[in-house]
Every structure is written in structure tokens, then in C-alpha cells.
């Protein structure tokens, strides 16, 4: 099975040298137990796992982009009097920045395609790890022993969005000037010490001579840092829980089924790394991003019609656009800037909730064991449900961001857009969250009634006796396991304690448990398939 | 191996302790004692490449060729370097340039990329293989061990038992980070205070108004009806601002500071749809007014002026500002007027400002009132 690297040396010259290395290098590192370790460790195939793959990898093809931007770009608001080839900005008083960024453009053989892989290696980062967790959820990877690595995920998203919006601020053009007059805004409205902190973060007034320098810190320093220790954290949690593989014939909890690390793993995984990088450098040479050169320089007084951030911070923007009309107050002498508070009140408590969910579900289903198969969606009706509910909210707060050029694009009037998205806020994860658990019961129904009475045939058949019946066409053991192999919970009976009393908390608890399993199809058992096949 | 694959599909993982069937509740999970069996793995079934050698050979070549075409896409992409220069400037030689460095590089990854999982796919053993979990827990005497290094180390220092010792340590890593945390006071100024510095824009009496951004003046003849001016200060431009002194740059330092507050929308409107609050009739001239452009939401500059409605939109999030009512919010998320400048006429017909604005312009923070 698992080749260890002191093999006896083969006849021909270069397996010997081989083997000669492999022997220096272990006498010296010991590497050999690694190998030994890691080098077949099984892993399960499915296309779902890739998503948290194109995360990693478009995270290394930002660092490697990156990495030629800063060899170009000067982080700096000095102004300077652009002088390069770009005709309609020759002449105009510009941040260094900014100048530094037209030159990279303009003036770097690659530079515009490093920028434009940059960019959209960005925008797949945060839409990949999105995706990611999303898949993490609603086949329910994040159950025991798996809690932790799901914060650690959500951490990695937060850091993603901070990267996102620090590295849009960078080249000091229009756009993310008024990104950063938003952010400046935002942080006056944190009451008792909003305007403080605005006045240290810029350095002063907005927008002030600093604060590009010290967003470059943040963005190719601190938080590509953070990232880095949050990933390897990540994966260590992988490497020492073993990957969740989804449910099927010869698939047990107490098993991995897939292929090893090496060859076939590494050939796979390793080739689609060069996928990615290829999609993202593809799309980088057809379609540029990000035209800052059209926008012009940071000046707080343009016009900026029609201005969208990019896709990962869309939500907040939205969110401030949904804020109903007139929502500040001034008590006691102070200004309660509740149009601002709010959206930042909600969006916390929503991504908190997101954050702490595993050990939500895990105290309403009291399920202490360990957890490595995944759970098919349809299996888990409320959790699939309250998830679709989530992403529709989430999902009406960006859309809220594209209020305006909804508007315009769909001949539509912009007050009406604005008052259906604060119509939909609200209606619409209600109205997801009963579609999904209908039709994920629907769809539970469907396999059992499948895995009871096999497949229609279409064949009527009379019987010696004059009846007609249909023939059905059973299923083969495999596909019957597929369709029934899952656990149901049954809801939390009350009962008092030691003491003879009720808690609080077991109400509260059973009521959850209630919410989450009233309505459920309970696999069938070998006796109920025994009788239903006909 | 398939064997033990086939053993209890069920979700009872092994316990840590295998001498001890203490296994972890399942809570409220229905164990069912009639629940279908695990049929095992579903036998193997061969690929083409495994029956034919003829195929086999034929997916060797395609893999072959594959990173022969890489090669071909890199030496392409640095061909493409060399031979579509940007040096012109112009904006086509930029696009192709881009797209024909990038599309080399494309073609290097995907192909090399491809070829590897398709490598991977067709010729490499796919026979599956199947690892055994090891519970994540450690086992007891593991546990065991760990706790006792936590006794015994307990034991040695006395972290328990000099409880005075224990809590001035602690006390003392609490208050080391405090002068570390006051050194960031020096990220902005210390001779300024920002809540006076949001009160004064570089209006003052007498200061013209001028066309944003080349700085010439508006006579108020040349404001017709329906037109709408974007308006700075007559000093606010790169030349003159070097030689003002910190009260006449309205406290900023820098420039682009300065404008921040400054930014101002001038309209004229016919003087029967102006409704005016009677304590600003004096703030407007011949129907024409001033008003802050910076939005009171979170400050964007509030930029559209629709002439029939008198209507102000902010591009940002969509509050409307009503001219004709005093600049008061009629949608959107904004809660304030925008602050209105007092103008009048000089001598010369120019418009010039009455004095700064009576109130803080821009977004609202904390202490506003003050």
C-alpha cells in the first residue's frame, strides 16, 4: 500500500538517485513518518468539495498578483501631476496613488492584466467561499466534531470582505473615495465615540493624507496574515477530522471511501489549481474591471451616478437603502443616528446568528455523537429551510445595493424598487422558508414512497383474476440505501427533572425541537419495505 | 477492508473508550433496531482505458499533447510580451497586449491543468480505497496524562495556592497592553478636535462663489431659471490654498479636506415655487439658493438635480432633498435637510456668501448639537 521512501534501489540510474535523495533528506527531516502519515490518506470525490478548493486557490493566485502590484504601486496621497501616456488624465493633480495605479495600467507590460486578475481573483474569493459555506450548510459538515472549523470559516469570510473592501479603497480614484466617505459616515454614526474614531482611522478630517497608507498596511500586511494562520488552521481541523463524505452504499461513519492523496488526489487537486488560475487569467484578458482611469482621481464633489461596490459588500450597501425614512433622533443633546444603527444592528445579529448555528442546532437536537455523513439537503427539511430563508434575506439586502440601476435598466420607479425590497426583506424569507421545507418534504415523500414501492414501470398488467395492476420495477440494494439511509429526530417529549420541575430552558428547548421536527418522514425499515413490495 | 465497510450503517460512531460501550447521546435522533443494512460497496466497474490499451494510448496522447500545448500557451504569452508593446500609449495596444499576454497564460494553466486531471481521471488506478476514522477525542489515559502535567505543574509553581502572586500577574498582563493602545491616540492629530472642526466650512463673509472645479465666479445674472450650479469657494483651488491661514481653510489641512465640507449646489428657481421658512428669506437671492452637497445621510456628494421637480437625489442610496421646501428629505434613508448657505450680491453682481453655514454640513455623528 503506502511506499515508504527507503525502498531498495532500483536497477536503473535515476531511481537510484532517487532513492539516495529521498534517504539524504529524511536522515535529515525525518520526513519519511509524514509520507508514510499522509501520503494515501483517502480522500471522498464529490464536485461539492471543489468549491472550498477554488477558494483556496483563488486566494493564492491573489497573493501571486498581489505580490507584482506592490512591486508597481506607491501607497501613497502625495499629490503628484499625472504625467504618463494616458491621454485625458496628463496633466491632472492626483493622489500617487492614484498616479501609481494609471502607470501599473498604463506603462507596465502585464500590468493591466495583473490588476484585472487581481480583481477578479477577488471577486471569485469571497463568491467561492460563500458558496462553500453555503454547501457546508445545508448538507450539515458543520455538525460534531466539526463546530469550531465552521467559525474558523466564518472568520476566513469576514477577513475575506475586510480585504475586499481595504484593497478597493487603494487606488484612490472616485469609487473608493466614496467607499471610504460611506465607511466615514458609518463609523460618525457609532454613538459617544463614532466621530472620535473617524478622526483617528483618517488621521483627521476625511478624507485626509493617511488613510491609503494605512489601508495598504492592513491589506497586504494584517489581514493577508490573518488569513494565511486562519487557513492553516482550517485545514489542520481537515486533516485531523478527515473529510465528511455523503451518504451511500459502503459509506459509514466510521469509514473514508475515495481515493489516496497521492497519485490520484494530487494529480486532480493539482490540476485544478491550474484550472482556476487559467478561468480567472481568461476572463482577466477578455473582460477588464475596475476602469479607474474612466472615474478619475478622488474628488469629494463628482457626480457618481450609479455607483455600485463590489458584489461582497453589496449587502450592507443595500441595507442602508432600505432603512425606512426619518429613523434619527437627538436626545439629551446627542444625535442617535438610527438610519445608520440599525442596518448595523440587523446585519450583526444576522451574521452572528450565521456564526453560532452549528451550536444552535446542536443544542435543539441534544445529538452529542459524531457526525462525518453528510445529511442530502431534502434530509433535514427545517435546517434547508432556514438556510433558503437566509440566503433570500441576504439576498434582498444586495439587491438592494442595484436599487437605482434596477430602476433605470427595468423602466421601473425608484421609490417603488426600494419600498418591494422592504416589502420582500421581510415577506421573502417567509416565503422561502415554507417553499423549501415543502418541497423538501415533498421530495422526502417521493423517495420513500420510491424506496417502498420501487419505480413505475408503466405496464399494466391483467391478472389471471381480472385485475389490473401496474408493475412496479425495484430498486437494487445500492440505490434503495441511498433513498433510506438517513436519521430522523423526533421532537423533544417535556418531562420534569429530578425535582419534578419544568426549566425555562427545557420549554424553550422543546418548543425548538418542535419548530425543527414536527413535520418529518421518517425513513422506512426493512419490515416496511418487506411489505411494500408487491 | 469491505468488510468492515459493511458492518452498522448506523450513526453510532465508535466511542472513544473501546473497553466501555459509553457511547455519546444521540439526543433526539430515532434509532431504528428494523433500519435498512449498509449494503457495502457496489463492485468495481472498469473504465475503458482499464479494458482497451488501444484507448489507454490514446488518452496517454491527449494527456501529452495537453502539456505540450502549455508549453506552447507559456512561450506564447512571453512571445505576446515582446511583440505587442504598450509604449504608444494607446488604448488599443493596451487591450491587445492584455488580451494576448492573458490569453497565452490562460491557455499554459488550462491546458497543464486539464491534462493533470484528466491524467488523473483516465490512467491513474481509480480502485477505491477506504481509510478508517479514528475518533477525534483522545483516549482516556491520554486525557489523563494531560490533565496530570496540568496537576503536577499546578503543584510545582503554587499557581493555585499563592493566590496573591496569581492575581497581581494577571493584573499586570491586563494593564500592559493600556500604553500600547495609548500610543494609537497619535493616528490623528493631538492639537485638534474634530467635533470643532466639523462646525466651520471655508465660507466666510464675503467669500465668492465659484464654479466647481475651474474657480471662475458666478455673477448672479448669468443663473437662469431651472439651471444648477456645482459650486466651492472662490480660494478652494490648488494655487491659492497654499497661502491661506488655518482659519481661513475652515481648520482643514488639506485640500481635498477643505472641499469636503465646502461642496455646495446653487439652483434658481421662479420665486412663486420657492417656499421659504420665514427666517431665511434673507438667505436667498432673487430665487437663487445654496445648499450643502454634501448628503446628511453618510455623505456622498449629492450630485442630480431634476429641474422640473426641484427634486436632489443623492447616487448613493437614493435620499431626495425637495429645493423648493428648504431642502427637506422627501425619501430615502437621510433624516436632515441639507444645511443651506446664506448668499447674497457684492458690488460687482457676483454672488458671495452671507457667512459659513449655521450648521455642521455632511453626515451626523454624536456630538452635533454640541
Known amino acids: 500500500m503506502s511506499s515508504t521512501v527507503t525502498e531498495t534501489p532500483a536497477k536503473n540510474g535515476s531511481s537510484r538517485f532517487t532513492s539516495a535523495a529521498a534517504t539524504y533528506i529524511d536522515d535529515r527531516t525525518k520526513i519519511g513518518g509524514v509520507v508514510k502519515e499522509f501520503g494515501r490518506k483517502v480522500f471522498p470525490d464529490h464536485w461539492s468539495f471543489l468549491l472550498g478548493e477554488v477558494a483556496l486557490y483563488s486566494f ?16 501613497s496621497m502625495v499629490e503628484t501631476v499625472y504625467t504618463g501616456p494616458y491621454v485625458p488624465m496628463k496633466g491632472i493633480e492626483m493622489s500617487a496613488a492614484m498616479a501609481s495605479t494609471l502607470d501599473i495600467s498604463f506603462s507596465v507590460r502585464g500590468g493591466l492584466l495583473m490588476r484585472q486578475v487581481h480583481h477578479w481573483a477577488a471577486l471569485l474569493f469571497v463568491a467561492s467561499i460563500g458558496l462553500h459555506m453555503l454547501r457546508i450548510f445545508f448538507t450539515g459538515a458543520f455538525r460534531k466534531p466539526r463546530e469550531l472549523n465552521w467559525v474558523i470559516g466564518f472568520v476566513l469570510f469576514i477577513l475575506a470582505m475586510a480585504e475586499g473592501f481595504t484593497g478597493y479603497s487603494l487606488p484612490d480614484d472616485v469609487l473608493s473615495g466614496n467607499g471610504l466617505r460611506i465607511i ?61 463524505q455523503y451518504p451511500g452504499p459502503g459509506k459509514t461513519q466510521q469509514n473514508v471511501v475515495g481515493f489516496p492523496v497521492l497519485p490520484v488526489y494530487a494529480a486532480k487537486a493539482g490540476g485544478f489549481f491550474f484550472i482556476v488560475f487559467g478561468v480567472i487569467v481568461l476572463i482577466a484578458s477578455i473582460f477588464g474591471i475596475n476602469a479607474i482611469w474612466a472615474y478619475g482621481p478622488y474628488d469629494p ?25 426619518g429613523l434619527e433622533t437627538e436626545w439629551f443633546g446627542y444625535t442617535w443616528s438610527w438610519n445608520m444603527l440599525l442596518p448595523l444592528i440587523i446585519i450583526g445579529i444576522f451574521i452572528v446568528i450565521v456564526m453560532i448555528y452549528p451550536f444552535i442546532e446542536a443544542w435543539v437536537t441534544g445529538d452529542k455523537r459524531e457526525h462525518h455523513l453528510l445529511d442530502r439537503p431534502r434530509n433535514a427539511p427545517t435546517r434547508t429551510a432556514i438556510g433558503a430563508a437566509g440566503v433570500t434575506f441576504y439576498a434582498v439586502m444586495w439587491a438592494g445595493a442595484s436599487s437605482d440601476i434596477m430602476a433605470t435598466h427595468f423602466q421601473l420607479s425608484m421609490e417603488g424598487v426600494i419600498h418591494a425590497l422592504q416589502a420582500l426583506l421581510f415577506l421573502g424569507p417567509i416565503i422561502a422558508y415554507f417553499l423549501a421545507k415543502r418541497i423538501c418534504l415533498g421530495l422526502q415523500k417521493k423517495d420513500r414512497a420510491i424506496a417502498l414501492h420501487g419505480y413505475e414501470s408503466g405496464r399494466i398488467v391483467q391478472l389471471p383474476g381480472g385485475e389490473f395492476v401496474e408493475v412496479h420495477k425495484p430498486l437494487e440494494s445500492y440505490e434503495q440505501w441511498e433513498l433510506v439511509s438517513y436519521h430522523d429526530y423526533a421532537p423533544l ?15 424553550l428547548r422543546a418548543g425548538f425541537s418542535r419548530w425543527f421536527f414536527e413535520d418529518r418522514i421518517v425513513p422506512p425499515t426493512k419490515g416496511e419495505i418487506e411489505q411494500g413490495d408487491h | 477492508m469491505a468488510e468492515e465497510a459493511k458492518n452498522s450503517g448506523g450513526d453510532a460512531v465508535v466511542a472513544a473508550q473501546s473497553h466501555d460501550v459509553d457511547v455519546a447521546s444521540a439526543g433526539t435522533a430515532v434509532i431504528s433496531s428494523d433500519a435498512v443494512q449498509n449494503p457495502g460497496l457496489p463492485p468495481h466497474r472498469k473504465r475503458v482505458t482499464d479494458l482497451d490499451p488501444q484507448k489507454a494510448k490514446r488518452q496517454e496522447r491527449v494527456v501529452y499533447s495537453l502539456f505540450y500545448i502549455s508549453i506552447a500557451g507559456s512561450l506564447g504569452a ?9 509604449e504608444t500609449g494607446e488604448m488599443m495596444a493596451i487591450r491587445l497586449h492584455t488580451l494576448f499576454v ?39 489515559e491520554t486525557m489523563q496524562a494531560a490533565a496530570d502535567v496540568f496537576t503536577v505543574s499546578n503543584e510545582e509553581s503554587g499557581f493555585s495556592r499563592r493566590s496573591l502572586v496569581r492575581n497581581s500577574l494577571l493584573g499586570a498582563l491586563i494593564a500592559f497592553p493600556l500604553p500600547g493602545i495609548t500610543l494609537l491616540r497619535g493616528l490623528a492629530p493631538q492639537d485638534q478636535d474634530p467635533v470643532e472642526l466639523a462646525k466651520h466650512t471655508m465660507w466666510t463673509k464675503g467669500m465668492r462663489l465659484a464654479r466647481d472645479p475651474s474657480g471662475v465666479p458666478i455673477k448672479a445674472s448669468e443663473v437662469t431659471i431651472g439651471s444648477a450650479f456645482h459650486v466651492i469657494p472662490e480660494t478652494l483651488n490648488h494655487h491659492d490654498f497654499e497661502h491661506l491661514n488655518a482659519e481661513e481653510r475652515g481648520g482643514s489641512e488639506n485640500f481635498l479636506d477643505a472641499k469636503a465640507k465646502a461642496i455646495v449646489l446653487l439652483m434658481r428657481l421662479d420665486q412663486s415655487e420657492l417656499n421659504e421658512l420665514p427666517e431665511r428669506e434673507s438667505w436667498s437671492y432673487d430665487g437663487i439658493v445654496a445648499y450643502s452637497k454634501v448628503c446628511t445621510h453618510v455623505g456622498c456628494p449629492v450630485a442630480l438635480y431634476e429641474q422640473h421637480t426641484h427634486h436632489l437625489l443623492c447616487p448613493c442610496h437614493q435620499s431626495q432633498f425637495d429645493v423648493s421646501e428648504h431642502a427637506k428629505v422627501i425619501f430615502g434613508p437621510a433624516k436632515r435637510p441639507l444645511p443651506q448657505l446664506p448668499i447674497t450680491v457684492d458690488e460687482e453682481g457676483y454672488l458671495v456668501a452671507q457667512s459659513d453655514f449655521h450648521e455642521p454640513v455632511g453626515p451626523s455623528y454624536w456630538e452635533r448639537l454640541k
Open chain 1, 301 to 325: 464633489s463628482p457626480v457618481s451616478a450609479g455607483t455600485q461596490p463590489d458584489w461582497y459588500i453589496g449587502f450592507a450597501d443595500g441595507m442602508l437603502r432600505l432603512v425606512p425614512p
Open chain 1, 60 to 75: 493564492i493566485v491573489i497573493l501571486l498578483s498581489g505580490t507584482f502590484l506592490t512591486l508597481f504601486f506607491q501607497a
Open chain 2, 102 to 140: 492573458g490569453l497565452g497564460m490562460a491557455l499554459a494553466l488550462l491546458a497543464v491543468g486539464i491534462g493533470a486531471v484528466h491524467w488523473g481521471k483516465a490512467l491513474m488506478a481509480d480502485h477505491e480505497s477506504i481509510d478508517m476514522r479514528h475518533p477525534v477525542p483522545s483516549d482516556e
Open chain 2, 78 to 86: 512571453v512571445l505576446a510580451y515582446m511583440f505587442f508593446p504598450i
Open chain 1, 184 to 244: 466615514d459616515g458609518i463609523v460618525k454614526a457609532i454613538p459617544v465615540v463614532g466621530t472620535f474614531f473617524s478622526f483617528l482611522f483618517f488621521g483627521g478630517e476625511f478624507p485626509g493624507t493617511d488613510i491609503v497608507g494605512r489601508l495598504y498596511m492592513l491589506h497586504i500586511m494584517l489581514l493577508p496574515a490573518l488569513v494565511i494562520l486562519f487557513v492553516a488552521l482550517h485545514l489542520a481541523f481537515v486533516v485531523i477530522h478527515k473529510h465528511t
Open chain 1, 493 to 507: 417529549m417535556l418531562r420534569p427533572d429530578d425535582n419534578g420541575r419544568i426549566s425555562f430552558g427545557q420549554r
